[in-house]
């Protein structure tokens, strides 16, 4: 299994954030097409489903819920060190 890169981990987030591909996609300024894909090359770099797509949106699976919420952190955490490495410069 490999390790999903952070961009496509950031785009999850923002799904998951909004619980709308469409909504997101605009948000990160990116086709909904686009946007599709990387969810679905992270859920192929997992092994597992991440989203329950529907006409009203999408609702997350539970593996989903726990992707969003570690991811969350990392992010995080990553953009803080980046900032303080920016500062040490």
């Known amino acids: 299994m490999q390790t999903p890169d952070m961009r496509l981990l950031r785009s999850f987030l923002a799904v998951a954030r909004e619980r709308s591909i469409?909504?997101?996609a605009r948000r990160l300024f990116m086709?909904?097409?686009t946007l599709s894909e990387q969810i679905r090359q992270l859920e192929k770099n997992l092994g597992v489903p991440l989203?329950?797509?529907g006409s009203?949106?999408?609702t997350l699976?539970?593996?989903?819920?726990?992707?969003?919420?570690?991811a969350a952190s990392v992010t995080?955490?990553?953009d803080a060190l980046v900032d303080e490495v920016r500062r040490i410069a």
């Open 51 to 53: 989203l329950l797509r």
């Open 31 to 33: 086709s909904q097409q």
């Open 56 to 58: 009203r949106g999408v």
């Open 61 to 70: 699976t539970p593996a989903g819920e726990r992707l969003a919420t570690g």
């Open 76 to 78: 995080a955490e990553l």
């Open 22 to 24: 469409s909504e997101a």
